[in-house]
């Protein structure tokens, strides 16, 4: 079964709890905070999200805030996480083939629906292997280990 760890800060953690629902019997959900929608700063659960990805004890993540983009800048922070900020469906379908993003991340204001596309595409999409993707994000790895 495939494992996912899913993330949000306070503004998307009904978002995060609608998805834990629909998505709980199909996957095997780490839930990594927050519990509440009590303010957080949203660096804590991006990298414990971003280390668990990082560390290989899940196969991807999803990350929610207000925006979606503070939460992925923080992701990224994390060695061997591509967090993707995507808006729909085909953003996280093309992240994954060519980028081989391992988090996605989106706005609290995402509909259920739609995020429950941007995360089947996300998961369902297979990096393509291409040598010209391959080499760009063989230069990220680099760049991070200097």
């Known amino acids: 079964m495939i494992k ?3 993330t949000s800060d306070h503004r998307g953690y009904t978002l995060k709890e609608q998805i ?3 998505l709980i019997n199909k996957y095997d959900i780490t839930d990594c905070g927050t ?14 999200l971003g280390n668990l990805v990082a560390d290989k004890d899940i196969d991807f993540g999803i990350a929610i805030c207000g925006s979606g983009i503070g ?3 923080a992701c990224n922070k994390v060695k061997k996480v591509r967090c993707a900020k995507v ?12 980028n081989d993003a391992n988090i996605v991340a989106f706005s609290a204001n995402t509909s259920l629906k739609d995020a ?3 995360i089947d595409n996300f998961i369902n999409t297979p990096f393509s292997n291409e040598t010209r993707h391959q080499k760009r994000i063989d230069k990220i790895t680099e760049y991070e280990e200097q």
């Open 71 to 73: 939460i992925s800048i």
């Open 4 to 6: 996912i760890g899913i």
């Open 35 to 48: 519990t509440s929608s009590e303010s957080v700063d949203y660096p804590d659960f991006a990298f414990k």
């Open 20 to 22: 834990i629902d629909k």
């Open 87 to 98: 808006s729909n469906k085909e953003e996280a379908k093309i992240t994954r083939n060519d």
């Open 116 to 118: 429950l596309e941007i």
